[in-house]
């Protein structure tokens, strides 16, 4: 085999090879956004579940007020008090005491789908970020492919016209 035929296969190996780097960083940044909205789907969910739990908590605290406060004025009327002053006092504080713990509920609640939401948004833009960064890695993969087959074919270009001025020079002596 020639050098110059071992050039052009060396140029073609090189020249695939970038060709098959720029594929594949292309490939991996599809596939980075995939798994990334995939993930950022299941942070929504996962937010939107954790809301829904805390607004059953809530209604589920709701219902023990109720029976607690129907209890408390049960135990008041059984027991021939009325409904006013020190009893009145401490039905109020109950409720409030349960109101409180139900905002608190669906606050953290919300506060968790909020955060599963911002998650999700990052996850996506992260997953944007990785797929434009494969296609910037497979552009510069093909540039350097073709500078190298550029670079090589000159190379080759250079000796022939080396190998011709001395075929000239010793055919023409």
């Not at 292309?26 to 789907?41: C, D, P, T």
């Not at 299941?42 to 209604?59: H, P, W, Y």
């Not at 996850?123 to 890695?137: I, P, T, V, Y």
Request: glycine share 8%; proline share 0%.
């Amino acid at each position: 085999m020639s050098s110059g035929a071992f050039i052009v296969a060396a140029l073609a190996a090189s020249g695939t090879a970038s060709v098959a780097q720029g594929l594949a960083a292309q490939a991996q940044g599809r596939a980075n956004q995939r798994i990334a909205e995939y993930n950022a789907a299941m942070a929504e969910r996962q937010g939107k579940a954790q809301m829904e739990a805390a607004r059953l908590n809530s209604e589920r605290l709701a219902r023990q007020q109720r029976l607690a406060m129907g209890q408390n004025i049960a135990a008041a009327a059984k027991s021939g008090i009325s409904l006013s002053g020190s009893v009145l006092d401490v039905l109020a504080d109950t409720a409030y005491q349960y109101q409180l713990d139900r905002n608190l509920i669906l606050t953290q609640g919300l506060n968790d789908y909020q955060t599963g939401s911002q998650r999700a948004s990052l996850l996506r833009s992260e997953g944007k970020f990785s797929a434009a960064q494969g296609r910037s890695n497979a552009l510069w993969a093909y540039l350097n492919g073709v500078s190298s087959v550029a670079l090589g074919l000159a190379s080759l270009r250079s000796m022939n016209s080396a190998a011709s001025a001395m075929t000239t020079s010793t055919t023409g002596s």
